[in-house]
């Protein structure tokens, strides 16, 4: 048995913690316990507190796993004592300073626009129409429309949300590029998870790739444990 | 895995033409043995392309951002420290070597200089041991079985050389662990590599990796109306596209079920997913990959005969990575024909692949699978017998096969007349070369049974087999378990022979000398108990060499003199005429010239035409390797005029009895000497066709180097 056996996963903005259900159902199997925070993506501060809740209930050591604005949430909660390793899926991976904001102000030309609609209440909200194409086009047309559906309003304060101090500087990282992530371009996530210094995997996918390719991330996170 | 289907005329066809012929007993086996033959003639004569990539699968589907991806990979600007090497990872059943081969077939115009593949056997209790698959690298890039160092690190030094100035592409197909695959990589240069594993091997570095997910329901759709071809028309879209779906977007899983409804036109796509749904609820426990796998596997599976059924599930417990109908048919307990037919319906419905070797094997799950229905089907008793059945039959065989070459059984009189007929000393020597992870797996089983006269029998048989193949890698295990086997039977002259048999393992590449000095030691020790004289000169004999090897030339010539005396006493002209030569090597090795052309004169004596005293077939090999060795000597006393006509006589022998590597080398030696004795033309002619037998042999640096000296002005 790995030496690490608990495994919290962060969900990013947008949805809920119910997509990680494909991971936590192949990690389930090989008898790891598994925590989903369901993080309200409010405000950064928030859902770091929310995070942290899961770690101190923890009785060992943990792999933090984050999806896409997950992992800015990982990288500010994960200096917890009980957090061994991170494992970035899709996600960002913000260094000292920085924020979602931060990061996706200034896209490469000819990168993919995610169609956010303007903010509503100082919520945001992707369009549905277009959910399917820019967040999960590798999903069944029936399951991505019900995600677009059922989407978590995003809380603008928790875009800009600065990190702290990063845990990757501290603790060994784990990183699955999606090749075909129209959210965050891959090459901007190859980027930090070259500068976090991370164990890089790509598999082919949208920014649904921990819905869509549930065994990939799992092994992932199996390699982060062992 | 491909669609499957034989590769031969099938065996029912065979069988369904004598009975239309009305051909009699005798010519309707003939006629089946005639297409048996042909198919594996075909197979036995096909150039085996070294390494060589799989064909592709003709209905390969989808993937097309994967073959973007090691399309960018191979050519990504090669920055120092990015070594060009992608590794394709994720669980089993989801094509990886599939995905692979088409990604290298897509890849081959970028190398000019070749894609080479290899089978690691990754998920095998056995993987390819690291320097095995560096010596098939290497002679699929062109080394000759001489150039090729006995030694892992030499191996893979020459490997990186040879690759440095190629465009290479090294596909390694299901590596087990990183310790294996690092020496295979290309290091800097233009060599490229891919491998798949299903483990993400986290201690390569310089590696990209992607995780291979399954196949999108659209993409799996096609690929089954593609296996299904025209009869896809009529079970319909929807129904094809819920198979596909319960199929999981695997691709082993995707063939299976389509191979199952091709082969069996009764059943209809929709029938076959509403049962497919129906195992799946009641199985739900199980993963979701293996699951949906292992629901593929039982549709076919139930539809077999009975018969087809016991032979596929029992032939789970084979212990070596592929077999043939004869095995399978002991395995299954039927008659060869029997076999043939279940294997042939085996491989239609893809649950087994037929190798172009006319071998077969499993995919690593369909194995688990028929393990699994094993232990379900057949009761514990019955998979003990099965296991002592198999191991018997296997053993009996290596055994047979062994004595073809020990000058005492020769051609096998065929007691046991369950065993498959070996009737050559070629098939004995091939058949123990395909065969050897599965009588090692049988001499392993049989050796923790307590079994212990089989074992022993079975390694006593490899002795003189084992100096034919001297470089397999299994000899000091074959004979620790013989010497085992013989310490437990407390027969102390057996021990001695089995412990100087580790002795010799050890002098041959690669050599160590101490080590065989320890077993030399033990066989003195055990056969001086037994009062066993002839083992106690063999240890000396052996002493004898591994000290020479060492360099401690006087201790050398005192031992294998020794050996030499008893010998001699005893009357064993063979061994005593051993002894002579590996004292002839010592008294060279030390400068003592005359002395040691005595010892070769004496052998050439011995192994004379008119000497009834030795086994002729070892004089007939002997007396070239004296005739050789003396007039080695010769020439380095200076006697060239002596030195050339024996050395004359000897390359005609070996040229009679096809001992190439030796005829070469010793075609250069005369050639030298003919220099030195200013005769610069025959000198010429004698280099040149030392060239040109070099050359058969494919040792082309010495080629070379003769070639020139054929050339060179005097």
């Given amino acids: 048995m790995p030496t690490i056996q608990n495994i919290v996963l962060v969900h990013g903005g947008f949805v809920d913690g119910s997509g990680w259900q494909g991971v936590h159902d192949d990690l389930a199997r090989d008898g790891f316990r598994i925590r989903i925070v369901q993080n309200p993506t409010l405000s950064l501060d928030g859902d770091v507190a929310a995070t942290r809740r899961v770690l101190d209930s923890l009785d060992g050591p943990a792999v933090l796993v984050g999806h896409s604005y997950g992992g800015v949430v990982i990288s500010e909660a994960g200096t917890h004592p009980n957090v061994a390793a991170l494992a970035y899926i899709a996600a960002f991976a913000p260094d000292k300073g920085e924020s979602v904001s931060t990061l996706i102000a200034d896209p490469p030309p000819g990168a993919p626009v995610p169609p956010i609609l303007p903010p509503v209440n100082g919520f945001l909200q992707l369009d549905p129409d277009k959910f399917h194409g820019a967040f999960a086009a590798d999903l069944p047309a029936q399951q991505a429309a019900f995600m677009a559906d059922s989407q978590v309003p995003w809380g603008v304060d928790a875009l800009g ?26 090459p901007a996530q190859r980027a930090m998870a070259e500068r976090a210094g991370s164990f890089v995997v790509e598999a082919i996918g949208s920014h649904a790739v921990y819905v869509s390719q549930p065994a990939a991330v799992a092994d992932l996170i199996r390699q982060a444990a062992a | 895995m491909e669609r499957g289907r034989s590769r031969g005329p099938q065996h029912r066809t065979v069988a369904a033409l004598a009975d239309a012929l009305a051909l009699d007993e005798i010519a309707r086996k003939q006629l089946i043995e005639l297409a048996r033959d042909g198919r594996l003639r075909d197979h036995w004569t096909r150039p085996t392309g070294l390494c060589e990539l799989p064909r592709s699968v003709d209905d390969f589907t989808g993937r097309a951002a994967e073959l973007a991806w090691t399309n960018d990979l191979i050519h990504a600007d090669k920055s120092p420290g990015v070594a060009g090497v992608g590794l394709i990872t994720g ?15 897509t890849l081959r115009p970028d190398f000019p ?10 998920m095998s209790p056995q993987p390819l041991a690291v320097g095995e698959a560096l010596a098939l690298l290497l002679r699929a890039l062109g080394a000759a079985d001489q150039q090729i160092p006995s030694d892992t690190s030499g191996r893979a030094s020459l490997y990186r050389s040879m690759l440095r100035d190629r465009r290479v592409l090294v596909v390694l197909d299901n590596a087990a662990s990183e310790e294996q695959v690092r020496p ?3 290091g800097g240069g233009g060599g490229r590599a891919l491998i798949t594993s299903r483990r993400l091997l986290a201690g390569l570095e310089g590696v990209r990796r992607l995780s291979l997910g399954p196949l999108p329901l659209l993409e799996a759709t096609e690929l089954l109306t593609g296996i299904l071809g025209e009869r896809s028309a009529s079970d319909g879209e929807p129904a094809l596209a819920q198979l596909a779906q319960l199929c999981g977007g695997l691709p082993l899983a995707l063939r299976i079920i389509g191979n199952r409804l091709v082969s069996r036109p009764d059943w209809n796509a929709a029938e076959l997913a509403a049962r497919l749904s129906n195992e799946e609820r009641r199985l739900d426990q199980l993963s979701a990959g293996d699951l949906k796998i292992a629901n593929a596997f039982g549709m076919s599976y139930e539809q077999l005969a009975a018969s087809a059924r016991q032979v596929f599930r029992r032939l789970a417990l084979v212990p070596g990575r592929d077999f043939d109908a004869a ?6 307990g039927t008659s060869i024909e029997d076999a043939w037919d279940a294997l042939d319906e085996l491989v239609d419905l893809g649950l087994l692949q037929d190798s172009t070797s006319g071998r077969y094997r499993f995919h690593d799950l369909v194995r688990l699978f028929a393990r699994d229905r094993l232990q379900e089907e057949d009761t514990s008793a019955e998979r003990d017998a099965l296991s002592g059945r198999m191991t018997s039959w296997l053993l009996r065989m290596a055994t047979t096969a062994g004595r073809w070459f020990e000058p005492a059984y020769g051609r096998p009189d065929r007691s046991d007349s369950d065993l498959a007929d070996l009737s050559s000393m070629d098939e004995a020597d091939r058949w123990l070369r395909v065969n050897a992870d599965n009588w090692l797996g049988a001499l392993r089983y049989a050796a923790s049974r307590g079994l212990h006269s089989v074992v022993l029998d079975c390694a006593e048989s490899m002795h003189w087999f084992s100096d034919r193949w001297m470089h397999a890698p299994h000899w000091h295990e074959v004979f620790t378990l013989g010497a085992e086997a013989a310490a437990a039977l407390g027969d102390l002259a057996q021990h001695a022979t089995q412990l100087n048999y580790l002795a010799w393992v050890h002098t041959v590449p690669p050599e160590d000398p101490e080590t065989a000095l320890r077993y030399t030691a033990d066989a003195l020790d055990v056969a001086t108990r037994s009062d066993a004289t002839a ?14 090897l060492l360099g401690r030339l006087d201790e050398a010539v005192a031992s294998t003199s020794r050996a030499a005396e008893m010998f001699k006493t005893t009357g064993d002209i063979d061994a005593y005429c051993q002894c002579l030569g590996a004292l002839g090597n010592c008294l060279r090795d030390s400068g003592r010239y005359t002395e040691a052309l005595e010892q070769f004169h004496r052998m050439c004596d011995l192994a004379g035409d008119e000497e009834p005293a030795m086994t002729p077939s070892i004089a007939a090999l002997t007396r070239p390797y004296a005739l050789a060795r003396a007039g080695e000597c010769l020439g380095l006393l200076g006697r060239r005029a002596e030195a050339i006509t024996k050395l004359t006589e000897a390359i005609g022998l070996m040229e009679q009895l096809q001992l190439s590597g030796l005829q070469a080398r010793y075609l250069e030696v005369l050639a030298t000497i003919l220099a030195d004795e200013g005769r610069t033309g025959e000198s010429r002619r004698v280099y040149a066709r030392a060239a040109e037998v070099f050359e058969t042999v494919g040792d082309t640096e010495a080629s070379g180097r003769c070639r020139g000296l054929a050339t060179a002005a005097h």
């Fill in chain 2, 113 to 122: 200089d070749g894609v080479l593949f290899l089978d690691l056997f990754g």
């Fill in chain 1, 161 to 186: 949300g600065a990190v702290t101090e990063p845990a990757w500087r501290h603790k060994p990282s784990w990183y699955l590029v999606a090749t075909e992530d129209r959210m965050i371009p891959p």
């Fill in chain 2, 91 to 105: 669980p089993a059943g989801l094509g990886k070597t599939t995905f692979a081969v088409r990604a290298a077939h």
């Fill in chain 2, 535 to 548: 083992q106690i000169a063999w240890a000396h004999l052996y002493a004898g060499v591994a000290l020479r």
């Fill in chain 2, 327 to 332: 095995l399978a048919a002991v395995a299954g």
């Fill in chain 2, 184 to 186: 295979l990589l290309p």
